[in-house]
């Protein structure tokens, strides 16, 4: 993470891990949604709530895989 993140550079990246997970990309949204995480823990600390969001809609992304989603 070179630049502070912003709510919208979170919504952003949010959207776009959303828009992988849509797609059938399980794999992809899970690697943005963690990274969107570690960057969040970054800048604002481990628990901070959008972090922890972020790692939350990971794991959904993995389990979707898992049930058969490409990835």
């Known amino acids: 993470m070179s630049q502070p ?3 919208a550079e979170i919504k952003r990246r949010t959207d776009a891990a ?5 797609a059938g ?3 992809q949204a899970a690697q943005l949604y963690d990274q969107l995480g ?3 823990q ?4 481990r628990f901070d709530s959008r972090a922890l969001d972020a790692f939350e ?3 959904r992304a993995i389990s979707n895989s898992a049930r058969g989603g490409q990835g």
């Open 38 to 40: 570690k960057d969040i």
């Open 18 to 22: 959303v828009e992988a997970e849509q």
């Open 42 to 45: 970054a800048q604002s600390g």
């Open 5 to 7: 993140l912003t709510p």
């Open 57 to 59: 809609a990971m794991s």
């Open 25 to 27: 990309d399980h794999r």
